[in-house]
Antibody, heavy 112, light 106 residues
């Protein structure tokens, strides 16, 4: 059974950093394309980043240069390093496998 | 970058057919997916490749495509189908979601 469990969310001040994790089970992270998608409170879904099986990575313009997606094959875990955080980054962050299976999300709040 | 346009809301009575449209230039060359999201829950894939239904999704959910528009159809909508629905597509490493449609079944 495919399972995705996000963690690492929390309250951070503007300009701060946070690293989100997405622990996967039931499949191999490196064999699929893995994405991060976020949802601001009361708003719609917004794609954030993707890493393909070959290692190529892509980002939404809104996070380019500030966020970094990566994976640890030995831990079968996906990450999202978020730097220079802004209030508008406040959202629930979901990880997804092949944009088909999703985790339950982790809340990131950027506020002073 | 691409854009996908959905109506903000659709309302039907139980047992009626609900149709939610999604329009965008990218849909002329790339497949669409549809996600269902209920309050406080993660999105669930209900349609992929415009019209394919994942296992476990009820048969009343179907999808179709014509030109730059895709349509999610729920035949005989149930109260439990009340949710937000998002279309999605990707091309040239541009990934886009529609703004979402709130389906009310009452």
């Amino acid at each position: 059974e495919v399972q995705l469990v996000e963690s690492g969310g929390g309250l951070v001040q503007p300009g701060g950093s946070l690293r989100l994790s997405c622990a996967a089970s039931g499949f191999t992270v490196s064999s699929n394309y893995m994405s991060w998608v976020r949802q601001a409170p009361g708003k719609g879904l917004e794609w954030v980043s993707v890493i393909y099986s070959g290692g190529s990575t892509y980002y939404a313009d809104s996070v380019k240069g500030r966020f970094t997606i990566s994976r640890d094959n030995s831990k079968n875990t996906l990450y999202l390093q978020m730097n220079s955080l802004r209030a508008e980054d406040t959202a629930v962050y979901y990880c997804a496998r092949d944009m088909a299976d999703w985790g339950q999300g982790t809340l990131v709040t950027v506020s002073s | 970058s691409y854009e996908l346009t959905q109506p903000s809301s659709v309302s039907v009575s139980p047992g009626q057919t609900a149709r939610i449209t999604c329009s965008g230039d990218v849909l002329a060359k790339k497949y669409a997916r549809w996600f269902q999201q209920k309050p406080g829950q993660a999105p669930v894939l209900v349609i992929y490749k415009d019209s394919e239904r994942p296992s476990g999704i009820p048969e009343r959910f179907s999808g179709s495509s014509s030109g730059t528009t895709v349509t999610l159809t729920i035949s005989g909508a149930q109260v439990e189908d009340e949710a937000d629905y998002y279309c999605y597509s990707a091309a040239d490493n541009n990934v886009v979601f529609g703004g979402g449609t709130k389906l009310t079944v009452l």
